[in-house]
């Protein structure tokens, strides 16, 4: 089982608030990843790091913003929520070219 | 437009039929991995094949990819009700120059297997 973790497992939050999501891992894995996934749908890359104080945006366009200012925790921000974030968010690392991935957090907005 | 596209996108089995599942892509890759995704949570990878190998065997899993068709296959043997989940392919679009470890994923197949 790969170590890591993803905070909060769900979280449903009125429009407008500011959240953050939390992921962490313990592997030591320089790249780390935030896909946006809707049900039955596949996962689309929002952001991805390949190291400490190095982010970049993926394919899909979002309005959420990460940080790495550690190895190990890659947070992801949404300043004003909104129905359209309504999603779920899964956050993965690797070291080499496998990806190891978190639970996901299953975000609702309403 | 997406890079991978699978079919079928759902299959349903018997417990110890084999099952298989193709993956088309677009561009070139560096390599094609595979996952397993159980209902909606996070995926597990499965195998790896790269650019320059044409199949690969891991357990009771056996993939095939073919650059010239852009297409890659997976099969599953002597299937379990265990293996219920969720499969996509994800390309690495690299190419000969390295990876960019940066992957892109199919829709998925949804594997139902009854016991």
């Known amino acids: 089982e790969a170590d890591i973790y993803q905070t909060p497992r769900y979280l449903v939050i009125g429009t407008g608030k500011k959240i953050t999501l939390e992921c962490s891992q313990t592997?030591?894995?320089?790249?780390m990843y935030w896909y946006q996934q809707d049900p039955g749908m596949e996962l689309h890359l929002i952001h991805y790091s390949y190291g400490v104080n190095s982010t970049e945006k993926g394919d899909l366009s979002s309005e959420s913003t990460v940080s790495r200012i550690r190895t190990e925790h890659f947070p992801l921000t949404l300043e004003s929520a909104r129905p359209s974030h309504t999603s779920q968010y899964l956050c993965?690392?690797?070291?080499?070219?496998?990806?190891?991935f978190g639970p996901g957090t299953r975000l609702t907005v309403t | 437009s997406q890079q991978g596209e699978e079919d079928p996108q759902a299959l349903s089995i018997q417990e110890g039929e084999n099952a298989t599942m193709n993956c088309s892509y677009k561009t070139s890759i560096n390599n094609l991995q595979w996952y397993r995704q159980n209902s909606g949570r996070g995926l597990v990878h499965l195998i790896l094949?790269?650019?320059?190998?044409r199949e690969k065997h891991s357990g009771r899993l056996r993939v095939t990819l073919d650059t010239s068709k852009k297409s890659s296959s997976l099969l599953i043997t002597a299937s379990r009700a265990a293996d219920t989940a969720s499969y996509f392919c994800a390309t690495d679009a690299g190419g000969y120059g390295g990876a960019t470890n940066k992957l892109i994923f199919g829709t998925g197949t949804l594997l139902a297997v009854q016991p």
């Open positions: 993965a690392s690797s070291s080499l070219y496998e990806q190891y």
């Open positions: 094949i790269r650019s320059n190998e």
């Open positions: 592997m030591g894995h320089d790249k």
